[in-house]
């Protein structure tokens, strides 16, 4: 029986009763309540990355200085 479903430690979690009835949690991901995100299915496996990983990249990569500017 699922209690509840929320994101903790940085990742998505759900949170069901055992057969003791002790609460105990699983990465979405190694469940069947899991649906990969819309660009992992249309992209079908041809593509590494996610556009928000990238966008991410983008920004980081702009916050770098060359040496010896400040």
Same mark, same amino acid.
């Given at each position: 029986?699922?209690?509840?479903?929320?994101?903790?430690?940085? %990742?998505?979690?759900?949170?069901?009763?055992?057969?003791?009835?002790?609460?105990?949690?699983?990465?979405?991901?190694?469940?069947?309540?899991?649906?990969?995100?819309?660009?992992?299915?249309? =992209?079908?496996?041809?593509?590494?990355?996610?556009?928000?990983?990238?966008? %991410?990249?983008?920004?980081?990569?702009? =916050?770098?200085?060359?040496?010896?500017?400040?």
């Amino acid at each position: 029986m699922v209690l509840a479903s929320f994101r903790c430690w940085s %990742e998505d979690r759900v949170y069901f009763k055992d057969d003791r009835g002790r609460a105990v949690s699983l990465r979405i991901q190694w469940t069947s309540l899991f649906s990969p995100p819309p660009v992992v299915v249309l =992209g079908a496996g041809r593509s590494a990355f996610c556009v928000d990983d990238l966008l %991410e990249l983008v920004r980081l990569l702009r =916050g770098l200085k060359p040496k010896g500017k400040r």
